[in-house]
């Protein structure tokens, strides 16, 4: 579970003594991601065991939708009128979205400092840059107060820094599918058992649909650690209705009921998710499964702020100054999906968002590590046009040019007969726009998706966001 070394490049948003820090703990090991748990506990023990003092947590994994459910977490936290801190990854635009401290974002001066007092502790001993991220984490949320912390899982679950957490009141398990297969196993069952690593004996398991093969492993875990497991779909549900979210669940009762009348199930009206698309849908019950097993005392204006989550570069839509290159009426979506589950969610979410004779463009960049035959093969038939693209300064991109192969591996391999959408290259995103203006026709609506990575789509919110 090892990756070569390769110097980390300085991120965008990252202070100059944090990309220094971040630098230094790159190049103190010989990989770049070496998942283990040794390291850290070490490191910990020498900063006095700051994961002994947080908040409880809820523990967060899965391989699409944890940032999507921790946000609604959040909100509802929040709106409870109780403090929250909260630990995801990756960042957009800046390092300290990662830490939320007291429901607010940490400063840069007091993650800088910390990073420093972390780097100073290790004595020169290895760490990766997300143990030492992980350890800011924990030491930031040890020395303020709070009611909760909400922390995501980096990579996989059973042997990611996080995963040293000492007080968990649920392990919540998002959807799987296939990613990170270097370091998690080539079929999603290996996946799912490595994510379902971060069950405990008596902290219930809140999961999440999944397939077959995933739910196989999650339950072989849960009952090895002698656990409770809630399904979504048996044990918690949910439907959108007349512009509310309708929940129910039993998760006060056994977690398996042979029979089970419609009296036994507690219910919720709650409004509708204020992320777009089915699958947040299913984030949002996953969310409220997930404080309800905990035992969050969420109040009624606490369940009202599912409605106000906030989660960027989600089937978000722009309205800067990329935005203002395409034909008046147009829209201009980006959506962090990277993964062939994320891309299934994706197009779920353009069949729902479409209108009649709406034209859609993708503009397309992955990482060079993406799978994008298995990218592409959900979105290219509601796709008019592929656009590959490579921003300069796009983290490991994968060349326009092998896109664009891959794209059209991807569509003769599928059956049909509708018409092949156009497959190209652009140099960067302004360019791409500009090739789709030009090509608009008069009066046709539109909508263009950025998407394939979360690199892309921070640079896209940094690009909007500058003067037209």
């Not at 599918?177 to 079929?187: E, P, T």
């Not at 989660?311 to 309205?319: E, H, N, S, V």
């Not at 059956?415 to 046709?444: E, F």
């Amino acid at each position: 579970m090892k990756a070569p070394h390769q110097p980390p490049a300085s991120e965008p948003g990252c202070s100059p003594l944090a990309t220094q820090l971040l630098e230094r703990a790159g190049r103190s090991h010989h990989q770049v991601i070496d998942l283990g748990l040794e390291r850290l506990k070490s490191l910990l023990a020498r900063l006095g065991h700051p994961e002994r003092a947080m908040p409880p947590a809820i523990h967060v994994a899965g391989t699409n939708g944890k940032g999507s459910t921790t946000a609604f977490m959040r909100a509802m936290v929040e709106g409870s009128g109780l403090r929250c801190h909260v630990m995801t990854s990756p960042h957009l635009l800046r390092l300290t979205e990662r830490f939320v401290v007291g429901n607010h974002e940490v400063g840069e001066k007091e993650l800088d400092a910390t990073l420093t007092e972390i780097m100073e502790a290790s004595k020169g001993s290895p760490v990766t840059p997300f143990e030492l991220l992980t350890a800011a984490g924990f030491m930031l949320f040890a020395r303020h107060p709070a009611d909760l912390c909400l922390v995501e899982v980096g990579l996989g679950g059973r042997l990611d820094a996080t995963n040293l957490l000492r007080d968990v009141r649920a392990s919540v398990i998002t959807p799987i599918s296939l990613d990170h297969q270097d370091f998690l196993g080539n079929s999603v069952a290996q996946i799912a058992a490595e994510k379902a690593g971060i069950i405990r004996k008596g902290v219930p398991v809140v999961s999440a649909a999944q397939s077959p093969a995933a739910a196989q492993a999650i339950a072989q875990a849960a009952r090895q650690a002698g656990t409770s497991l809630w399904r979504e779909g048996v044990d918690f549900k949910a439907i959108l209705q007349a512009g509310h979210m309708l929940y129910q669940d039993r998760l006060a009762l056994p977690a398996v009921i042979p029979t089970a009348g419609q009296a036994e199930w507690f219910k919720l009206s709650l409004p509708q998710p204020a992320l777009q698309g089915t699958h947040q849908v299913q984030n949002a019950t996953v969310a409220v499964a997930a404080l309800r097993a905990a035992g969050v005392r969420v109040t009624p204006q606490g369940w009202r702020g599912l409605g106000k989550a906030q989660w960027p570069a989600r089937g978000q839509i722009l309205k800067g100054s990329l935005a203002h290159i395409l034909p008046e009426g147009w829209r201009l979506m980006v959506d962090g999906a990277h993964n062939e589950g994320g891309a299934q969610a994706l197009a779920a979410l353009l069949r729902q968002e479409g209108q009649p004779g709406m034209a859609v463009h993708l503009v397309c960049g992955l990482k060079n590590t993406k799978d994008a035959s298995g990218y592409f093969k959900p979105l290219l038939p509601l796709a008019n046009t592929l656009q590959a693209v490579a921003e300069p300064g796009q983290h490991q991109a994968q060349a326009p040019e092998a896109i664009v192969d891959a794209a059209q591996k991807a569509w003769a391999s599928m059956a049909g007969t509708a018409a092949p959408p156009t497959i190209s290259q652009a140099p960067t995103i302004r360019q791409a726009l500009k090739n789709i203006r030009a090509q608009a026709q008069s009066g046709q609506p539109g909508l263009v998706v950025l998407c394939g990575s979360l690199y892309l789509a921070a640079i896209a919110l940094r690009l909007d966001a500058q003067p037209a």
